[in-house]
């Protein structure tokens, strides 16, 4: 049976796969660690020996023996140190170098799917977040198991010892099992309740960034709001640290029974040799120094299990995950993305419903979009107008239907080439706080140094004004937070994220999503008209068929679109050109006059 993608994989093939990974990242210097870390546990492991062996030239008066323990413990001290050493330095290198791929690993892979669905999820953001925290510390994992390696050939040369003694002491290392379990058995518990509590550390950190930053502190502060959102986020710390508490109680609790009855089984062992089987001096040291050390390696060893099945393998589980998803939204790309619309894009029966959630933003959609037209999208507000585009342009996947695109499917189309052939602005875009020419020409990211290109882009957006009044134009830092930063308005930032949208000379398809929601309505008509009539000319020139998308509220601007396409409640109500709709007199000619009638 296929596991679902909300399933966490399988915790050893998810930590095989991230040793794959970090073996894939640095193939000599992993090997090379790890064999330094084994190596670092021999000397150390036959202390116990070299002491048995000591005490036995001393009580036999054999000064060969005395000699000879005597330069084991010095060489095993030394050799402890510089193997130490040497390991240290070289896991420290491995960690940096793998830190970047991971880091780097992580990044690509939320970038490459295909949706930004699993950005509407709760649980899946909780799981994201507990990722994005963890990737910082998952090179550790690798530092972890060599350590927990170690410290195995530890426990094994030790047991050795005691059952070089008597067999029967081999029954001290069982009863050592229980701390094991306990200690494997903790940090997952412990980690299932603060997972159980995400969404509310999510919230405490939400609350404290709005009380703390600068975007919101004026309206914290004519609110009056401030005391509130610091028992707002003390509740929802709370919360999570409640049930937290609680676990970790618990675990420790039985963690510590566990280490009881290893203490008693200690204690007896010693007893059992000094006084059972009247071992010599040397063979009583050797257990009191090797069962001292076997507490010694098994908490070491325990708490590196302990770590690993608690953060990091619990880390590279949500990896693991990640990848997985990925992979699942890949389709057979087995569709070329055309050069050209000939035809136009067609939406078949389109229903879509955001993650998590039943309800129908678009339901039973048919749309024709003609090449070469521009197309207007116009509705009140949560009537599907921004999902409309976002489906287009490939954000998400229709829950049922599909959209054509020439006849041909767009799923089946490579999603990171269809969306080279798009451009546009959304309303809800992001502010790179970069320099100027960096934040319009991530548009066209080949041309990102390309003064020109960005310059036209500049003037495509009617966002002169706006770098010129910046006090380098250009080359200005935005965002006073930097260095020679500067501070930008809403209105000016979305005139830079506009320009950013009109990078690309040669689109397909153009999507303008209420980018000019901040500017007057008067400045939105006027820039959709001349964008407008570039597109109509574009056309006749014979050019590649682009179809351009304009979403907005405002009906006044959209009068020179060749169809406006008018939703209302999920659905299409009416298509057409304004003179069409306005003589049909029905929800658009309404609304169009109730506009009318308010800038009147």
Known sequence: MTASPDDL????????RALKRGYQAEPVLLPVAFGLSLLAALPDALIALWLMFLADGVTQGDRTLMVVSALGLGGSATATWFLRVVSDRTQRRFRDRVTIALESHVAQLQASVSTIAHHERPDYLDRLAVLRDQVFVLDHMYMSLFGTAGWVLRLGITVALLVSIHPALAALALFALPTVLTSTWRPGAERAAEERGASSVRLARHLFDVATTAPPGKEVRLTGIGQRLVARRRAAWERWYGPVASARWASAA??????AIFGAAFVGSVVFVAQVIEGTPGQVLLVLAAGSRLSAYLSATVGEIGFLRGV???GSRRLAWLEDYAASLT????QPVPHRIEDGITLERVSFAYPGTDRLVLEDVDLHLPAGAVVAVVGENGAGKSTLVKLLAR???????????DGADLSRMPADEWRERLAGAFQDFYRFELHAQQTVGLGDRPRLEDRPAVTTAVRRAGAED???HLAAGLDTQLGPSWPGGVEVSFGQWQKLALARGFMRDDPLLLILDEPTAALDAETEHALFERY????RAGAEAGSNGRITVLVSHRFSTVRMADLIVVLDGARIVEHGAHETLMANHGPYAELYGIQAAAYR
């Open 312 to 314: 990091w393998l619990d």
């Open 532 to 535: 407008a009539a570039i597109s």
């Open 466 to 468: 706006v770098v010129t």
């Open 9 to 16: 994989p399988a915790a050893v093939p998810a930590m095989w």
């Open 254 to 259: 039985w963690h510590t029974v566990a280490w």
């Open 331 to 334: 389709v057979d790309a087995d």
């Open 395 to 405: 954000m998400y996947t229709p829950t049922s239907g599909r959209i054509l695109v």
